[in-house]
């Protein structure tokens, strides 16, 4: 890989419509991403870290600065070498402490560059074992009952196979009650918390028990995994952690506590698509099974979700849903439902889609050229 250096490009992407969980209001999609520029090549990584440090601890500014200040000399050092690949990175990288959404966006960018250099998809490179992923679809709180069952509804429409309802105190048991009162007990339906709730909700979360729901994500904080495998004890719904799973090694406590029946696997949130891949093997060699989820994602970060998604231990429907779910105009060709509401892996070179230029200008808050020498 011959790297001549990386752009960090801030972009400004609107939604179609507020997305609200317990953690916060978005309204439009502040995204950082890589270009790992090549001879000729290039490759992207898209950093999924929000505006605010709310979903976890990292933000924007402070992604931007850990790889312009502590991510880049590390690249520097290993082309310097003549050593710079993938793997070598992703070791490098582990003394500097946390910030797996910064490095998973320099990695990803250098994969993406590596891969369209030897002319081998994302999805092959990951061990993808299916042409296309069955997509889910994660809905925000809303302001009322109706507006849900109409949101609901709407994504049914569309051909999505799972809906996910974002939760928090105040807005549960009602909502999930009138999601399965109105379409049915066939429905596939989840509900995600993002940590709103305490050990001391356990009761009231029980109340979810009657509805069948697939799981019950990150209903407690971060790092309590104790009181997940409490919790696990107490509810009949399966209990899956998302914030809590930083790293393979997490993966694998959680699951020896009997914190966690089901995985939510975030590339971004483990530090890239290497250890996201070490996620979905150590729930494998455990029965336990993953999906994947997601950040909002342009069509460049989508792209490698997808990919991944389609490994064999992904056995449920992932937060993969078509680009409009989120925005009138992606910056890559837009991410489509077919027929089985299914998306379908890129088949091209790495990540398989482009970044529209003319768009990405018109769209772009702040370049920054980090060159390797
Ligand atoms: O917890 O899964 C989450 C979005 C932003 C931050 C955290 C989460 C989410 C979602 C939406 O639920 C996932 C998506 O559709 O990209
Ligand atoms: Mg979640």
Redesign the pocket.
């Known amino acids: 890989m011959n790297l001549r250096g990386l752009e960090l490009r801030r972009i400004a992407l609107p939604l179609v419509s507020p997305?609200r969980?317990s953690f916060g209001t978005?309204t439009a999609r502040d995204v950082l991403l890589v270009r790992a520029a090549g001879d000729g090549a290039e490759g992207w990584g898209e950093c999924v870290a929000?505006s605010e440090p709310l979903?976890s601890s990292e933000h924007v500014d402070g992604a931007a600065e850990v790889i312009r200040r502590f991510l880049l000399p590390e690249v520097v050092a290993l082309a310097k070498a003549g050593e710079l690949t993938v793997p070598r990175l992703e070791s490098s990288l582990e003394r500097i402490k946390g910030h797996p959404m910064a490095k998973a966006a320099v990695l990803t960018a250098l994969l993406d560059l590596s891969l369209r250099e030897s002319g081998t998809s994302f999805g092959t490179y990951l061990g993808a074992v299916r042409p296309t992923v069955p997509a889910g679809?994660?809905v925000g709180i809303m302001s009322s009952i109706p507006e849900l069952l109409d949101a609901v509804d709407g994504y049914r429409a569309q051909g999505y196979v799972r809906i996910?309802l974002?939760i928090e105190p105040g807005w549960d048991v009602d909502a999930v009650r009138a999601v399965r009162e109105r379409f049915g007990d066939d429905l596939l339906l989840q509900v995600?918390a993002?940590t709103a709730y305490t050990l001391a909700d356990a009761r009231h979360l029980a109340r979810l028990d009657p509805f069948d729901l697939l799981l019950i994500?990150?209903p407690l904080p971060e790092d309590d995994l104790r009181g997940h495998a409490a919790l696990a004890r107490l509810i009949r719904t399966p209990v899956c952690l998302?914030?809590s799973i930083t790293s393979a090694r997490a993966a694998a406590d959680a699951i020896a506590l009997g914190a966690t029946s089901v995985v939510?696997v975030?590339p971004g949130r483990v530090g890239g698509y290497l250890e996201a891949r070490r996620v979905h093997d150590v729930c494998a060699a455990n029965g336990v099974p993953v999906w994947c989820?997601?950040?909002?994602?342009t069509g460049l970060g989508r792209a490698a979700n997808v990919a991944l998604a389609a490994l064999p231990n992904f056995t449920l429907p992932g937060?993969t849903?078509a680009s409009d779910?989120?925005f009138a105009r992606d910056i890559t060709e837009p991410f489509v439902l077919d027929d089985a509401g299914h998306v379908a892996l890129p088949t091209g070179p790495g990540l398989g889609v482009t970044p529209d230029l003319d768009y990405l200008t018109e769209i772009t808050t702040a370049t920054e050229w980090l060159p390797l020498s």
Do not use: A
């Open positions: 997305f969980t978005e929000m979903y679809v994660s996910k974002k995600d993002n994500e990150q998302d914030e939510n975030k989820g997601g950040m909002l994602e937060d849903s779910r989120y």
